[in-house]
């Protein structure tokens, strides 16, 4: 295997990472003000993902740079483009992190208040625009023939873009809400399963129209059978935590993600940013890649940090698998 798709498989998993690790935090932050009750309730639902949100994020920085080192010409085409939505994700990344670190500074209710808007704000904006951003990825951009992004911010509001968002809301709200019955407690757990149920319909049907949609875009039998199989996974995921098996529901949305993303960097490949105005502007693997020497030393350096990134949160979750509750 050539590099290029080695490192293109790499980012994919990175993603696959990102996806499934940072969905479910999102997913807390958006239910703070539908499961909590009360201000000990939504400091409850804070605490089963206190120790490891910030973690999860290191998948976000890795598959950043990751893509910066190993395909330049994909990092400042798509920054490039795609510059305002990822600067109102980094916006909402740094207030819902200070929301987490700041809210029980003081010991004011609206204090607390503002910042739980915060979390909840910073955690519904990237949920959205990271399904408009991927969904765009892999319909296609305006992209010239020096590979520079030529169309509007409004260009990548388009319908598809927009149910991709939709779905990814949707996803991660589930996804939280499983996370949440499995780890905490009580009436927050059982509320918790109950919003999974309900939030978990509409992102089946919203997943199941999207994922047909994105076969239009490169989809192949392959890719087909990836999109079922991650349909059926999030089904027994209902069907699981409505039988009151969350460590099962839990796994079974993990799986529902991964296998999404997986479908769409699939029908991407090979390309990595395809153009709507010729095809032959398309960023590829190829085009798109670094030299052979930066992607030979990448390789190396990944074979050895990776894992150890990799155990460092195994051991992370291992240590915090308790539930959380109101004592």
């Known amino acids: 295997m050539e590099l290029t798709e080695v490192w293109f498989v790499a980012i994919t998993v990175l993603w696959v990472g990102y996806f499934v690790l940072e969905g479910f935090d999102f997913g807390v932050g958006m239910l703070l003000p539908i499961v909590a009750r009360n201000d000990t309730e939504r400091r409850v639902m804070i605490d089963t993902i206190g120790p490891v949100w910030d973690g999860n994020e290191v998948w976000l920085i890795t598959a950043g740079g990751a893509t910066f080192a190993a395909f330049p010409e994909w990092y400042a085409s798509l920054f490039s483009g795609f510059y305002l939505p990822l600067l109102l994700i980094l916006l909402a990344l740094i207030v819902r992190g200070v929301g987490f670190e700041y809210r029980g500074k003081r010991d004011s209710a609206a204090w607390r208040r503002r910042w739980d808007a915060g979390i909840i704000a910073g955690s519904f904006v990237p949920a959205l625009l990271w399904g408009i951003a991927f969904a765009n990825i892999v319909r296609g951009v305006r992209l010239d023939a020096d590979h520079e992004y030529v169309g509007t911010f409004w260009d990548l509001l388009n319908p598809y873009a927009l149910l991709g968002g939709l779905t990814t809301l949707t996803l991660f709200a589930t ?153």
């Not at 939280?176 to 978990?200: D, M, N, P, W």
């Not at 999030?234 to 039988?243: M, P």
């Not at 999404?260 to 990595?272: E, K, Q």
């Not at 709507?276 to 992607?295: F, H, M, Q, V």
């Open 175 to 327: 996804h939280g809400a499983v996370f949440l019955a499995l780890k905490s407690r009580g009436e927050i757990s059982r509320r918790a399963a109950g919003v999974a149920l309900k939030t978990g319909v509409v992102a089946a049907v919203l997943a199941v129209v999207f994922l047909a949609w994105t076969q239009i875009y490169g989809g192949v039998v392959g890719t087909a059978i990836l999109a079922v199989f991650a349909v059926l996974a999030f089904v027994c995921a209902l069907g699981a935590i409505a039988r009151g098996r969350q460590g099962w529901a839990f796994l079974l949305s993990a799986v529902a993600i991964g296998v999404t993303v997986i479908s769409l960097f699939v029908v991407l490949h090979p390309d990595v940013l395809p153009s709507t105005i010729n095809p032959a502007y398309s960023l590829t693997i190829e085009n798109a890649a670094a030299t052979p020497k930066t992607l030979s030393i990448m390789t190396g350096v990944a074979a050895i940090f990776l894992p150890l990134v990799v155990l460092y949160q195994s051991w992370t979750y291992w240590v915090f698998r308790h539930r959380v509750g109101a004592g």
